[in-house]
Structures are given as C-alpha cells and as structure tokens.
C-alpha cells in the first residue's frame, strides 16, 4: 500500500497534532474539500493495510527544480 507525502501530512495534523479540517487545510495551503478528501484516502489505505497485514509504504514528494 502507497502513502503519498500529502496523505500523510494529512494524517499527521489531523490525528496527531489534533488540529480540525479548517486548520490543517491552511498549514497544507489547500482548501477543505481538498483536505477532506486526502484525509479520506489515507484512512482507507491505513485500514486497508491494517485489516489486510499489507506493508505500506511511504512515498516522499521529490522537490521540482
């Protein structure tokens, strides 16, 4: 299972530092839905893996020159 960078930002300011949607969209400089809807993703694919024993593996975002 592939956790992107933004699925897991997410999740990390979501569930770890417990900031609400609004919050976490504007750190990540995206809108809500946006937020929503990666947050979404990345729960699906935790608990996918999770229920599944499957690995997951985190993808880091390459910076663009």
Do not use: C, W
């Amino acid at each position: 299972m592939v956790l992107e960078s933004d699925e897991l930002e997410a999740l990390k300011l979501y569930e770890v530092d417990g900031m609400d949607q609004i919050r976490s969209a504007k750190r990540m400089k995206i809108s809500q839905p946006t937020f929503a809807r990666i947050l979404g993703s990345a729960h699906k694919k935790v608990a996918n893996a999770m229920i599944k024993g499957m690995a997951i593996r985190i993808v880091k975002e390459v910076a663009k020159k």
